[in-house]
């Protein structure tokens, strides 16, 4: 079974570029989640998608960030204009309900950007 | 709000011997589930070993075992016969049951750094 899928795997931008994430879940895995990791850190939510729908972007800078997740699959992450602050890596996980009353997440390798 | 806190930020061990990771959480809640994640170097986060907070006995998948102890709120990692692939990033992470009513989101500690030495 292939893992989550992310690309790029780094990204270097000037400051006030736009970049943008992609991510794609295990196949059948309904919800998918961005994450951020600064260095030495543990990941932190930024957005939780359930099939389409946004249900927790509480933690997402939406003056800069905007997601979205086209048909419950794929998603796309952006940054327009990129800071010198959001230089971390951003993970993406899926999951899907088990009968056992969680959903254990499952990593992509993550996108490393480096903004200049 | 659920908190996670891993107070040894580095440690290390000889390849063959024990090492023991800890983790502290605080909720008011009942129902939930422990995990420990790896990170090696190359980035990728896997997971290790979870413990549902219903269950008495302790989870144990091959040279990784926990000790969960709920009242105390503390769910330490034992990794056995440490090996050099074992260097790595250890994550301990807290999710709310979703029978529980409230789903919440998985919340990470800030890591522990193993180095496993030869």
């Known amino acids: 079974e292939a893992g989550v899928v992310q690309s790029p795997r780094y990204k270097i931008i000037e400051k006030k570029q736009p970049v943008a994430f992609w991510c794609n879940p295990i196949s059948g895995h309904n919800t998918l989640y961005w994450y951020l990791q600064n260095l030495g850190q543990g990941p932190e939510l930024l957005i939780r998608?359930?099939?389409?729908?946004?249900?927790?972007d509480s933690q997402l800078p939406k003056d800069r960030f905007s997601a979205e997740r086209l048909k419950g699959v794929d998603s796309t992450l952006k940054i327009q204009p990129a800071e010198l602050g959001d230089s971390a890596v951003y993970l993406c996980?899926?999951?899907?309900?088990?009968?056992?009353?969680?959903?254990?997440?499952?990593f992509g390798p993550g996108t490393r950007l480096t903004v200049l | 709000a659920q908190t996670v806190t891993q107070s040894q930020p580095e440690m290390s061990v000889q390849e063959a011997e024990t090492v023991t990771l800890s983790c502290t959480y605080d909720t008011s809640e009942n129902n939930y589930y422990l995990f420990w994640y790896k990170q090696p170097p190359s980035r990728q986060m896997i997971l290790v070993i979870r413990q549902e907070a219903y269950k008495q006995q302790n989870a144990t998948e091959n040279r990784f075992s926990v000790n969960f102890q709920k009242a105390a709120k503390s769910f330490s990692l034992k990794i056995s016969d440490s090996q050099l692939g074992d260097t790595a990033m250890y994550f301990c992470?807290?999710?709310?049951?979703?029978?529980?009513?409230?789903?919440?989101?998985?919340?990470f500690g800030k890591g522990t750094k193993l180095s496993v030495k030869p």
């Open positions: 992470a807290f999710h709310l049951s979703i029978y529980g009513g409230s789903q919440g989101n998985l919340i």
């Open positions: 998608y359930e099939n389409e729908e946004a249900v927790d």
């Open positions: 996980a899926s999951s899907t309900r088990t009968s056992g009353g969680t959903d254990t997440q499952y």
